[in-house]
């Protein structure tokens, strides 16, 4: 993930689609097919298309299982969640060194200057032998989550599979199992999609590829040997072995602009959509520059916008302050406010990627699972006003979503008003009747001139965010 957050150096696009006379032409240029080539050339070998022609599905029909999903797992693991975020006397965040002040686990290799020996030398103590993709996915899919991004390859160069391009990766640790691929056929078992982070500009361990902000950079030469020697052949991979529903990438600031141009931009769009038109791709492919032919906007990590920004969009979240298993972040945040800013997502049209870091044998942290498990106990009573609907916007109180047909609207009451009086303020539509989701609970609602109310009871049913189902007249009053 980005150490960065907030950071002024970077570029915003949710806030560019805004600027009068771009959204218009930002939207045109997002549903714009990028060309159809034949094949994908690089190190020397041709991948040859696996389909006739790559671009020819909808781009609208490709995502909408994302745009109804609203909820889905990240999880970062590799090589970093051996230490679980100390090294050597030294715990993160560390001031005494230069760039260890960070709660970041996964960046842990740069922050705490681990030489490189020291931290290939990991290999030999990453054995997940508990990890259970089984109960993983049921873990997620029970918390009403519909969809898991893994990182199959960060910053620090390990690829999380046995690649054919790197022995930087499983092969070489004691596990003798393909993680990636039980992890596929459970998500496939059980309904729920797949998507792999790829740290596609930054990489530690090859010599060509981008390194921390504080570090020398590889020169554009030394990149693009990286770039088509490992880079691009590894998500070849990926899509051959696993054939995953998305891909996570990540860039920001003004090294990956130089990197990450337009043309290995689209080099890259182009080898994915040649190989698997149906796969997503988030904008921080290239943060800077997403270009025509990305599927959602990725906003800055724990970052929300405070409108529509304009696309499809996630917001990828923490439940804790690392990403990566830190053994001593207790900084684990509540189960109501994870509530509340997937609501808020929903509101807004968005997703919600919610985090957590597995131990290094595969296990799951009891703080995480006990809050997927309280998140599901929400979702099972709520899920409706979330997954599958259509955004209304945000409000004082919390916020609006609707069904598709907006025959029924949700308000996400996450402040319940002292006085039992719920503004709605004047509707575009007649409100005709109004109930809690959960309990099915009747409340009244109330019109004084074209202003309308809801009386609630004194005390809020969930403290999280109650949720009123309020059904809509078919016309306008």
Request: glycine residues 8%; charged residues 20%; hydrophobic residues 40%.
């Amino acid at each position: 993930m980005n150490p960065f957050i907030p950071s002024a150096g970077r570029f915003n696009l949710h806030r560019f689609l805004l600027i009068p006379g771009l959204g218009l032409l930002a939207v045109v240029l997002f549903l714009s097919p990028a060309p159809a080539r034949a094949a994908i050339t690089f190190a020397g070998t041709t991948a040859v298309a696996t389909v006739t022609n790559p671009v020819a599905m909808d781009p609208v029909a490709r995502r909408a299982w994302f745009v109804d999903a609203r909820f889905g797992l990240f999880m970062h693991w590799g090589l970093y969640s051996v230490l679980g975020g100390a090294w050597n006397g030294h715990t993160l965040p560390d001031k005494s060194l230069p760039q260890g002040n960070s709660w970041y686990a996964e960046w842990i290799k740069a922050r705490l200057q681990i030489p490189d020996a020291d931290y290939r030398a990991l290999v030999k103590d990453f054995n997940p032998v508990n990890f259970d993709a089984e109960a993983l996915v049921l873990e997620a899919k029970r918390a009403g989550m519909k969809y898991i991004a893994l990182t199959a390859k960060h910053h620090d160069g390990f690829a999380l599979w046995d690649s054919k391009v790197s022995d930087f990766s499983l092969q070489a640790t004691p596990c003798r199992r393909d993680i990636l691929g039980e992890l596929a056929a459970a998500c496939r078992k059980h309904g729920i999609k797949l998507g792999f982070y790829y740290s596609h500009w930054q990489d530690w361990e090859a010599p060509g590829g981008a390194k921390p902000d504080w570090q020398p950079q590889p020169t554009d030469a030394e990149f693009e040997k990286y770039w088509q020697g490992k880079a691009l052949p590894q998500v070849a991979e990926l899509i051959d072995r696993y054939d995953p529903d998305l891909f996570w990438f990540d860039t920001w600031g003004n090294d990956a602009a130089k990197k990450i141009t337009p043309v290995r931009r689209d080099e890259l769009i182009h080898l994915i959509r040649t190989k698997s038109p149906r796969c997503l791709i988030n904008g921080r492919i290239a943060a800077h520059n997403p270009g025509p032919d990305v599927d959602f906007l990725e906003m800055d990590d724990n970052s929300y916008p405070a409108e529509w920004p304009g696309k499809p969009w996630q917001s990828p979240a923490t439940m804790q302050n690392s990403w990566g298993w830190h053994a001593t972040d207790y900084h684990w945040k509540p189960s109501g406010e994870m509530v509340r800013l997937l609501t808020k997502c929903a509101s807004l049209g968005g997703n919600y990627l919610l985090n957590l870091g597995p131990k290094a044998d595969g296990s799951l942290p009891d703080p995480a699972v006990r809050r997927l498990r309280e998140l599901g106990g929400w979702m099972a009573a709520n899920g409706v006003s979330v997954q599958g609907t259509a955004r209304v916007g945000l409000t004082p109180w919390g916020g609006w979503t609707r069904s598709q047909d907006d025959s029924i609207r949700y308000a996400q009451v996450h402040h319940w008003p002292a006085d039992g009086v719920l503004p709605l303020g004047p509707l575009d539509k007649t409100p005709l009747s109004a109930e809690i989701l959960e309990t099915r609970q009747p409340v009244e609602l109330v019109k004084a001139g074209n202003a309308w109310s809801i009386r609630l009871p004194k005390v809020a049913p969930d403290p999280w965010d109650t949720v009123i189902r309020v059904h809509m007249a078919a016309t306008a009053p």
